[in-house]
């Protein structure tokens, strides 16, 4: 049974920093990608960040790069992604799927539930 939880979101003010955290079951990270998604009101979703043990291969979204930080810890079977400088813009519903890598959502099969995060004054 593969699950994926989220967990660390809510609400912080500009500037601040959260600390998200994708719970895996059922599956190990040694052999597939996690990727982080998000989705605003009104909004596509938007891949955020992925990360795949097999390679060390590591992408960031324009968006995001240099104020968000994946990684994992594979003995956990646990992917966090530290998002540090928030602005308001970076409020959505994030996700973690399971796949092969890459910020494009057709890579991956499996998804959690998503976790609120919202930034603002």
């Known amino acids: 049974q593969v699950h994926l939880v989220e967990s660390g979101g809510g609400s912080v003010q500009p500037g601040g920093s959260l600390r998200l955290s994708c719970a895996a079951s059922g599956f190990s990270l040694d052999y597939f990608a996690i990727g982080w998604f998000r989705q605003a009101p009104g909004r596509e979703r938007e891949g955020v960040s992925c990360?795949?043990?097999?390679?060390?291969?590591?992408y960031y979204a324009d968006s995001v790069k240099g104020r968000f930080t994946i990684s994992r810890d594979n003995a956990k079977n646990t992917v966090y992604l530290q998002m540090n400088s928030l602005k308001p813009e970076d409020t959505a519903v994030y996700y973690c799927?399971?796949?092969?890598?890459?910020?494009?959502?057709?890579?991956?099969?499996?998804w959690g539930q998503g976790i609120q995060v919202t930034v603002s004054s």
């Open positions: 990360i795949r043990s097999s390679d060390g291969t590591i």
């Open positions: 799927a399971r796949g092969t890598g890459g910020l494009g959502p057709y890579e991956y099969d499996y």
